[in-house]
């Protein structure tokens, strides 16, 4: 029997056990009947099983067998009928068909949130926190007026125990209430009789009289029914509420579609809504609403039931005395405020906390924050490793069935766009603009407010639209990946005409924009589910014949019918590790496919169109890397001296401009020729953002400058007697350079220089300015800092001063005005904040231990690396001057943090050689890039001739993987030639009647000069 069925069998036969001997169905009786209800005489020792994972809460299996017999006996006393474990089923459902209930008013039971038992009474529903105030706002719109409230909800979200609890606040503002299930009254007509036999069972005689007046002598039809009801809540004081709506309306239709048989409630619905009352209150409550609730009329109210916050949820599971946080980790305060000088350090830290609670939000989040997927999930679930559980959840049998029945209903658009968001969130415009063949934009709009009224979607702090409760996205995924995989091996060639909204077709199964953590997703729970039904059925040959016949069927039909099709294929044909050589790809349309780990020898490409398409761009080898404060571009250097300026367009990265750092190319630029010049790489060390389009390069013992919109190379600032070991700007532009041996030079990009700063005798490991530039600080090795005065020039090394530190180690410095703020950390693996000379501030971080720390370039953000108790990495990101505090789970332990953006949301972070840009505000992966060597057999024979959508960098670096050459980039003839440099008399002239490219080769050249004396 369905789960909501044997609820509502079990409610009524505790209606009728209360009219007959006056007791109720204590919990664990009803455990035991429902445990019969919805397996196949179970036996007591299985029992326990299926009600954990129902959600019931633990019983033990002798408890069980105890209170079986007892409530076997009874119901046997009570039907006069011997009822047995074994019988149990079929004598309920007899029963039923039999039962006849009294018309009188009945609450619904405490036991139907979370659908479990509970001996709560109903005056315990008010105890959850997150509920009172929209609970006292409810109460305070109907009494103003608002006389048609509408709760909607996800399904098991306590929809119903949220009516119930308003029914208790507002009960005394009036005279009857009724309540009926939809299900019993499937017409107006019959909710009229259902209500009048209700009120019949009043004790008030003013009630009492109004149903004698107006009993009808006759049964009355739908179209006299929907006058008589709309005078009856007009003229009287009656609150009714009609629960479990979903049953009125249509499967495969848009949301909100009555059934034909029930289309009398739409009318009066209506009526109800074009005359305002005063007196009666209609209560709906269901999955969705109406599509006559979509305009606000002044009578209505609307309230979506969202999920129970962390808080919350933790009191619904101790109340069926299932572990909470427990399971995760123990919780602990977080305690973060600034302190005095010789303050105490926090007793407990973020990282101990983020080990329990933050994983227990984690989880509640996960299930969406529903009742009943929480107490089935955790009911179910043992894991104590969040990150684990999350990479492939086990969800329980009923949470699957559930959302499985509610996908069925939806109509074909509706789930192509939950296809569609599955890839990525999307705001409203991107999903008018979705391009499936044959859909419209009004049809985008109708299936958005249809699955808004379903509850399937929600639209997030981003205004972008996104799949709710993420659980769900797993289910979707397996059932597109059956889908997928089913039409593949069903036949090896493809119906003549290709279906409208065929997913294959319609809906990429990857998003070449979607973040590095989508991907992933989408390749693990998407692609990699086909390809393990794809190779249980095919072997290898078989796979490259079936893909090979799809393919050369597309090929011979226009590109207006292609869809999608080609792109899933070889996506697919990708994940199979199958080469690309033996498929034909030539002339079509290439989108959202992931090449970075494709067998590409011997492929051809030629005359396709390529869009958001994700290439092997990697790095090769040991890399450097910088963001701009902005956080919207990002640049690498890798060990071959390639250079890479990535552009950030939302959510995604693109490869912009590209650059090949050698002594062939840059002595041949500077001396006119190339000839008897090395072609040997100069790996870059350092690399920093001058300006958003200027870059500072650092090789072993040079420094150079990219002006990435001009150039078409660096050209080289200053040679240099020592490696650089750091590199930092300034607001006004100004660069420093901060050697091994101690040594620090100064250069402004016009030409403003002083002399060498020399007073550390050691490694520069960090180089920071003032806001105004006046000021510049240094640490060098052996825990020295220094503040250096730049505001004397004249070619006069400027003054410093050395600060006091004690005892303490300093792992940073940057500036908040024409303060110094310096870092330190804390023995208890805290950090502690020196702002100035006077004021300290603190903060509780992690209780394993910290790994790095640095500062944004306005310095108003503090970011690290850290670990927890347990070993696990987290990034961490502290907002001083406000005392907030962000991490994100990171998935190595080990980190260090090269940069944070000005507004402290995106984080650029090296894991090892992996480099990585998370989002603190998505809390995800938004961009990761891993070095890889390059293989000269993946690109033999691969041919990308007239390919169109590739920019200019990505066209050469996969000419320059295709030629397996690390020499000089040359552009194809299609391309703009580089901007040419001027000649060696116009920099001899004076600076004034210079333009500024040549104003910056005359800097360029006298402060190599300079520095060369």
Not at 290 to 295: G, H, L, S
Not at 585 to 604: P, Q
Not at 756 to 763: C, E, F, I, N, V
């Amino acid at each position: 029997m369905e789960r909501e069925k044997a609820e509502a069998l079990l409610d009524r036969l505790e209606q009728y056990l209360k009219e007959t001997d006056g007791k109720s169905l204590p919990g664990s009786q009803r455990a035991v009947l429902y445990a019969c209800l919805r397996g196949s005489n179970p036996s007591y020792k299985r029992m326990p099983d299926i009600l954990r994972s129902e959600g019931y809460g633990e019983y033990s299996w002798t408890t069980l067998k105890n209170d079986g017999y007892l409530i076997f006996k009874r119901l046997s006393r009570v039907f006069g009928d011997d009822v047995r474990k074994n019988n149990c089923l079929r004598k309920l459902q007899d029963w039923q068909s039999q039962y006849q209930p009294k018309p009188v008013y009945t609450t619904p039971s405490v036991k139907s949130v979370g659908s479990g038992p509970s001996s709560q009474s109903p005056h315990d529903l008010l105890q959850f926190a997150g509920w009172q105030p929209i609970l006292a706002e409810l109460s305070q719109t109907i009494r103003q007026g608002h006389r048609i409230v509408a709760i909607s909800g996800a399904a098991r979200m306590g929809k119903t125990y949220f009516a119930h609890a308003l029914v208790e606040v507002i009960r005394a503002d009036f005279e009857a209430i009724a309540w009926c299930r939809a299900s019993d009254v499937p017409t107006v007509a019959q909710l009229y009789h259902q209500v009048l036999q209700q009120l019949s069972r009043s004790r008030k005689q003013e009630i009492q009289t109004l149903v004698q007046s107006l009993h009808p002598t006759t049964r009355l039809d739908d179209q006299s029914a929907i006058p008589a009801l709309l005078g009856l809540l007009r003229s009287h004081r009656i609150l009714l509420v009609v629960d479990h709506t979903d049953v009125l309306f249509c499967s495969h239709e848009l949301a909100g579609q009555f059934q034909p048989e029930s289309s009398s409630y739409k009318q009066w619905l209506q009526r109800l809504l074009e005359f305002p009352f005063e007196n009666g209150c209609l209560m709906w409550i269901g999955r969705e609403s109406p599509d006559c609730f979509n305009f606000q009329y002044g009578v209505l109210a609307e309230h979506r039931m969202t999920g129970l916050d962390a808080a919350d949820a933790s009191l619904l599971l101790k109340s069926r005395k299932m572990p909470t946080v427990s399971m995760f980790g123990a919780p602990k305060a977080i305690t973060s405020k600034p302190t005095a000088p010789k303050s105490a350090a926090p007793k407990s830290t973020v990282l101990e906390t983020l080990d329990g609670t933050q994983d227990w939000s984690t989880f509640v989040a996960f299930c969406g924050g529903n009742p009943a997927w929480l107490l089935m999930e955790a009911g179910g679930s043992r894991t104590v490793d969040i990150p684990r559980f999350m990479a492939d959840p086990p969800l329980e049998r009923t949470v699957v069935e559930t959302f499985n029945q509610i996908l069925l209903k939806l109509t074909t658009i509706e789930y192509l766009l939950l296809s569609w968001l599955l890839l990525k969130p999307l705001s409203y415009q991107c999903i008018r603009q979705l391009d499936s063949p044959g859909i419209s934009s009004a049809a985008w709009d109708d299936a958005l407010l249809s699955l808004e009224r379903r509850n399937l979607v929600i639209r997030d702090k981003n205004q972008r639209y996104r799949i709710d409760p993420p659980l769900l996205e797993y289910i979707l995924s397996e059932r597109i990946a059956k889908n997928v995989a089913d039409e593949l091996l069903a036949t090896g060639q493809p119906a003549s005409q290709p279906t409208k909204f065929n997913i294959l077709q319609s809906c990429p199964l990857f998003h070449g924009t979607a973040s590095a953590k989508r991907q992933q997703w989408l390749q693990q729970h998407l692609v990699q589910k086909i390809v393990e039904r794809f190779q249980r059925n095919l072997f290898q040959a078989e796979q490259i014949d079936r893909l090979q016949i799809l393919l050369s069927h597309l090929q011979h039909q226009p590109r207006r019918h292609h869809g999608y099709r080609v792109s899933n294929l070889l996506n697919i044909a990708i994940a199979l590790r199958l080469p690309l050589s033996e498929f034909e790809f030539r002339g079509l349309c290439i989108r959202h496919v992931d090449l970075r780990h494709a067998r590409l020898s011997g492929a051809n490409f030629d005359g396709c169109r390529f869009q958001d398409v994700m290439l092997p761009l990697n790095p090769t080898g040991k890399i450097t890397a910088d963001m701009t404060p902005e956080g919207d571009a990002i640049a690498i250097g890798d060990e071959t001296g390639t250079l890479f300026y990535w552009h950030r367009d939302a959510d995604s990265f693109r490869l912009q401009h590209i650059c090949l750092l050698s002594n062939a190319e840059l002595e041949g630029t500077s001396n006119g020729s190339s000839e008897h010049c090395s072609t040997e790489p100069m790996p870059i060390e350092h690399i920093l953002f001058q300006e958003s389009h200027t870059l500072i390069v650092a090789t072993a013992h040079a420094v150079y400058i990219w002006w990435v919109d001009e150039t078409a190379t660096p050209d080289k600032l200053i040679d240099l007697h020592a490696p650089v070991s750091h590199l930092a700007r300034s607001n006004q532009g100004k660069v420093a350079i901060g050697l091994s041996d101690g040594t620090i030079f100064l250069w402004d990009g016009i030409g403003y220089r002083t002399l060498p700063l020399k007073a550390h005798t050691s490694d520069i490991s960090t180089l920071a300015f003032s806001p105004d530039g006046r000021f510049l600080a240094s640490i060098g090795l052996g825990n020295r800092v220094l503040i250096w005065d730049l505001s004397i020039v004249d070619n006069v090394a400027p003054p410093y001063k050395e600060v006091e530190l004690g005892m303490n180690i300093c792992w940073h410095v940057s500036w908040t005005q024409d303060t110094l703020l310096r870092a330190e950390l804390m023995e208890s693996n805290g950090i502690r904040l020196r702002v100035g000379d006077r004021e300290i501030r603190e903060q509780a971080i992690a209780s394993g231990s910290i790994i790095g720390l640095q500062f944004s370039q306005n310095g108003r953000y503090l970011s690290g690396s850290a670990t927890s108790s347990q070993g696990r990495g987290f990034l961490f990101c502290w907002d001083w001057s406000s005392n907030t505090l962000r991490w994100i789970q990171s998935p190595k332990a080990y980190a260090n943090v090269l940069a944070t953006c000005a507004k402290g949301r995106w984080m650029l972070v090296l894991h090892g050689n992996q480099l990585q840009m998370f989002d603190l505000q998505q809390q995800e992966l938004l961009w990761q890039i891993e070095p890889q060597a390059w293989d000269s057999r993946n690109y033999s024979h691969f041919s990308i001739h007239q390919v169109q959508g590739l920019s200019t960098a990505e066209r050469k670096m996969m000419n320059m993987r295709i030629n397996s050459n690390v020499g000089p980039i040359e552009l194809e003839k299609s391309e703009e030639p580089a901007k040419s440099k001027p000649s060696v008399e116009l920099a001899l002239k004076e600076p004034e009647e210079l333009t500024n490219q040549t104003r910056r080769e005359y800097a360029m050249e006298e402060y190599a000069r300079q520095a060369y004396r």
